[in-house]
Nanobody, 116 residues
Framework: QVQLVESGGGLVQAGGSLRLSCAASGSISSIWRMGWYRQAPGKQRELIADETKIGGTGYADSVKGRFTIARDNAKNTVYLQMNSLKPEDTAVYYC??????????WGQGTLVTVSS
């Protein structure tokens, strides 16, 4: 089983930036697509960004142009650079494979709170 540990969240004002990290306990180099998900209060978890192991990326319309995903297979880490943050970006952020894989457990997530 691969464990994921997300970090880098916090409280930021609207318009600010944060960089999230997701460290995996095992190799992610063989996983075709890794992604960042988020779950806002009272809402379902949603996929917002993903990257293939050869660098192809995809973004939800809600974050396109503001967020950038990057994976470092050598460090078994996935990053999410978040710029121009909005109050509606407030959520717990998680990383995981896309689609989900039984051998990778969800981490505890990292809370991002954007104040207006």
């Amino acid at each position: 089983q691969v464990q994921l540990v997300e970090s880098g969240g916090g409280l930021v004002q609207a318009g600010g930036s944060l960089r999230l990290s997701c460290a995996a306990s095992g190799s992610i180099s063989s996983i075709w697509r890794m992604g960042w998900y988020r779950q806002a209060p009272g809402k379902q978890r949603e996929l917002i960004a993903d990257e293939t192991k050869i660098g192809g990326t995809g973004y939800a319309d809600s974050v396109k142009g503001r967020f950038t995903i990057a994976r470092d297979n050598a460090k078994n880490t996935v990053y999410l650079q978040m710029n121009s943050l909005k109050p509606e970006d407030t959520a717990v952020y998680y990383c995981n494979a896309v689609p989900l894989i039984a051998t990778i457990n969800w981490g505890q997530g990292t809370l991002v709170t954007v104040s207006s």
